[in-house]
């Protein structure tokens, strides 16, 4: 997988961050002054309590440390573009969702690397084994933060040209994301059953609970039905992507990117689920 790993992830990473930079405009970032409450729920939820339940889980399941870290790499990640567009369907706070996507992006330069040399430090034996800091900080800034903040400028020199072909680019960009989490799969065809048979239940309570923590986050906070909906589904779609490049690219460990590949696939199910059965419930006030 060494071609795969070392372009075609990269490069196909940086086009889905660049599709929703093509999302993004000024006013969204404005969103966390104008809704601190909202954003803060909504970032703490994703930021601190996701790793959070993800260790505990990993702590409390029999799973072997390749597996446990892959776990942590996916909870270190940010949410997927694929948040915004259900929020919008579930006529959820779409700038609220597209806020939270967008600044945590930015902030994973920082927090991947932390979250996953913490899980390094405590699920490995190999002490030697670690996340390069400054390439890492490198490699993601260039593959998250120059794409999207390309694509925003890209938004504002060309409007109506990026209106008319934002939508292609993002079904371009869930069309990657597949290829790359199908890619992940097979590439572990061999180990598929035992992974899977270890890593699914784990991925599906973390996913579950996590879209549990951020709906429920919103109420106890005294946030409408309009903002939980929104961190809610942040919370539970992850950017498998972005988790299947720090595994595969950055530590050159494919047992470390199942986890991410599972999760991105369960994680289409479940919030298939709940947005239908959001769909069924009588309408809220935003």
Known sequence: MGLITQLFLPLSLAFI???MGLTLVPDNFRRVALQPKAFAVGAASQVLVLPL???VL???WPVEPALAVGVMILAACPGGVTS???THLVRGDTA?????TAVISLLSVVTIPLIVNFALYWFTDDAGVELPVARSIIGIFLIT????VLGMLVRAWRSEWTQRVEPRFRQAATVLFLVIVLGAILSQLE?????AAVVAPLMLVLNLLMMAVGWYAAKLFRLGEYQGKAISLECGLQNGTMAIFVAATLLE????MMPGAIYGLLMFVTSGAWVGWMARRAPQPA
């Open 17 to 19: 961050m660049f599709a």
């Open 145 to 148: 933060t120059v794409p999207v």
């Open 191 to 195: 180990n598929l059953v035992q992974y």
């Open 253 to 256: 460990n494919e047992t470390m």
């Open 84 to 86: 915004n567009l259900l």
């Open 96 to 100: 609220l969702s597209i806020s939270l």
């Open 53 to 55: 339940v993800a260790f």
């Open 58 to 60: 990993v702590l409390l």
